[in-house]
T-cell receptor
Framework: GQNIDQPTEMTATEGAIVQINCTYQ??????LFWYQQHAGEAPTFLSY????GLEEKGRFSSFLSRSKGYSYLLLKELQMKDSASYLC?????????????FGTGTKLQVIP | GAGVSQSPSNKVTEKGKDVELRCDPI?????LYWYRQSLGQGLEFLIY????????KSGLPSDRFSAERTGGSVSTLTIQRTQQEDSAVYLC???????????????FGSGTRLTVV
């Protein structure tokens, strides 16, 4: 099966940097995704990692260590609009098929 | 279409009634997924379609839940004899298959908010 852990809530200050961690256990790992979800809206795709290392995309970066079953999402120069839930999702094999499992999400509150 | 379309956007139903939720995926996306999100919770996987077949139905919570997909496009999620615990936002997502685009992130629809009273 697949198991994903991430903090439930975090608070950070506008203009600062915040790191949201995600640890996972899965069989047949085949990629890790980060999604952003504003309250009352559908999740939107942020990043994808399948190899170890850091992927940078503007103010957002995502890191993966497959050997440690660990990823983080780094948000720089925080803006008020970054207040949202951030979902870590892992793709692995389950029952012979690739399956994406989502974590419960980290609710980030950005304060002035 | 340009995005994943779900209907209705909101549905209020009486306990015991049947409901049908519809998902129209992005044209060309062969994979389609249904998730359920209860208030303040993460996404709970329900079912996955590749084309018209559902290789993974492991997330359907009970036999009151069923889903089908026709023509490799539109999917319908049916909940029979609804219960209050079925109240949630039902999200549909589509993607190219991982074999086609390994990094193909899902595109989610806006969801159907189901309230069972």
């Amino acid at each position: 099966g697949q198991n994903i852990d991430q903090p439930t809530e975090m608070t950070a200050t506008e203009g600062a940097i915040v790191q949201i961690n995600c640890t996972y256990q899965t069989s047949g790992f085949n990629g890790l995704f980060w999604y952003q979800q504003h309250a009352g809206e559908a999740p939107t795709f942020l990043s994808y990692n399948v190899l170890d290392g850091l992927e940078e995309k503007g103010r957002f970066s995502s890191f993966l260590s497959r050997s440690k079953g660990y990823s983080y999402l780094l948000l720089k120069e925080l803006q008020m609009k970054d207040s949202a839930s951030y979902l870590c999702a892992v793709r692995g094999y389950s029952g012979g098929y690739q399956k994406v499992t989502f974590g419960t999400g980290t609710k980030l509150q950005v304060i002035p | 279409g340009a995005g994943v379309s779900q209907s209705p956007s909101n549905k209020v139903t009486e306990k015991g009634k049947d409901v049908e939720l519809r998902c129209d995926p992005i044209s060309g996306h062969t994979a389609l997924y249904w998730y359920r999100q209860s208030l303040g919770q993460g996404l709970e996987f329900l079912i996955y379609f590749q084309g018209n077949s559902a290789p993974d139905k492991s997330g359907l919570p009970s036999d009151r839940f069923s889903a089908e997909r026709t023509g490799g496009s539109v999917s319908t999620l049916t909940i029979q004899r609804t219960q209050q615990e079925d109240s949630a936002v039902y999200l549909c997502a589509s993607s190219f298959s991982p074999q086609q685009v390994p990094s193909g992130g899902y595109t989610f629809g806006s969801g159907t908010r189901l309230t069972v009273v």
